[in-house]
Each structure stands twice: as C-alpha cells, then as structure tokens.
Antibody, heavy 115, light 106 residues
Framework: EVQLVQSGAEVKKPGESLKISCKGS????????IGWVRQMPGKGLEWMGI????????RYSPSFQGQVTISVDKSINTAYLQWSSLKASDTAMYYC????????WGRGTLVTVSS | EIVLTQSPGTLSVSPGERATLSCRAS??????LAWYQQKPGQAPRLLIY???SRATGIPDRFSGSGSGTDFTLTISRLEPEDFAVYYC????????FGQGTKLEIK
C-alpha cells in the first residue's frame, strides 16, 4: 500500500527540541519530493518546505526558513521536521505530503507546546 | 512570494446546485495550480492538479480551469459529502496555499 506514516502526537515545553518523522512506503521514496505543511488550530494550510530524498535538495518557505529544519534518511525512507527550540506558537498539526502537488498525505502529527 | 487569494471566504449553496470557487495569484503561476478538499479532522485530499487534471478517484463533478493568475474550481452538482473547506496551492515558485473557502450547506 502506498502511504506516508507519521510519528505520534507530541507534548513539549517551550524551549525544548523536537524531531517528527514521516515514513514512506509502497513507492519509490527517493524520487518524489516530500513536503511539510502546518495547520494551526482552526486555521488554514501553510506550506513550510520540501525535500527531494535522492539528493537532499531542500527548499523552505521564507516564513519558516531558519525556524525549522527539514531532513531525510533515504536508507529508511523517512523524512523529518525538527525544531531546536519550540515556542507556544508552534502548536499545530503538521502534515507531510508527497510531490510538488500533494497527491499523498500523512495523517498528521499534532504538536502541542505548553508550559 | 506568490500570494493566492481565494474567494469567497464562505460559500452557501444547496445540495444539487453548482458551486464556483475562485483562486487568484499575485503573479503568474502558469498552470502549476492544485485544489484540495479538507473535512474536519482529516488530512487534505488532492482534487485537481495542473489547473484542470482530476486526481485519481475524483468524481467528474469536480472540474478546474484557468491559467496564469486566475483559476476556478467548479463542483457541478453538490453532494452532501462535498461540504468542506477547499484550498488552492501553487507549486511553481516557493509554493504557497490560498487561505481557503468554506463551502457550507444553504
């Protein structure tokens, strides 16, 4: 089955670090872009950035450049989104999705940042 | 960064009628535009890519049109399951999403 499986929900405190994951299966993982999308509570979709697993070419939205890091381990078909110091405003659902237009989505990882 | 502006913000339509949603880009995106449907508690679902190509499994009552800066998603005969939030996305240059249109039952 072609799918993206995301890691589970996280509850963190401000200032903590976090790395969430997205594992692809059932297709040639290395040859499709993987993107990350943020959805804050009750709000719309925000494009964060994308990575091409074959060569780790990475592009960020200006809004997220320097705020997060997108990485990949193509040996295990997994992409990552990480923060070095979380803020309360990072509380959101984070989706990974495949391709430039997103034809395959993960179910999302809910990140809650609260003191 | 290319800004996508969707209109209207909320659209009230009766089942069986036609819905027309608009997405306008601040500069040309050629035909690099997609449409998504999102229902509460679910991940978005791809409906249209390349401005007018239906994604796999999408009913033919969904159609997309436009190029350059002006795009339209049309749902020809609304079914109860079509009431949701719809987003456009451009993927030509530092990809962005529109702010969404909520399609509600009239």
């Amino acid at each position: 089955e072609v799918q993206l499986v995301q890691s589970g929900a996280e509850v963190k405190k401000p200032g903590e670090s976090l790395k969430i994951s997205c594992k692809g299966s059932g297709y040639s993982f290395a040859t499709y872009w993987i993107g990350w999308v943020r959805q804050m509570p009750g709000k719309g979709l925000e494009w964060m950035g994308i990575i091409f697993p074959a060569d780790s070419d990475t592009r960020y939205s200006p809004s997220f450049q320097g705020q997060v890091t997108i990485s990949v381990d193509k040996s295990i078909n997994t992409a990552y989104l990480q923060w070095s110091s979380l803020k309360a405003s990072d509380t959101a659902m984070y989706y990974c999705a495949r391709h430039r237009y997103f034809d395959l989505w993960g179910r999302g990882t809910l990140v809650t940042v609260s003191s | 960064e290319i800004v996508l502006t969707q209109s209207p913000g909320t659209l009230s339509v009766s089942p069986g009628e036609r819905a027309t949603l608009s997405c306008r880009a601040s500069q040309s995106v050629s035909r690099n535009l997609a449409w998504y449907q999102q229902k509460p508690g679910q991940a978005p679902r791809l409906l249209i890519y390349g401005a007018s190509s239906r994604a796999t499994g999408i009913p033919d009552r969904f159609s997309g049109s436009g190029s350059g800066t002006d795009f339209t998603l049309t749902i020809s005969r609304l079914e109860p399951e079509d009431f949701a939030v719809y987003y456009c996305q451009q993927y030509g240059d530092s990809d962005t999403f529109g702010q969404g249109t909520k399609l509600e039952i009239k």
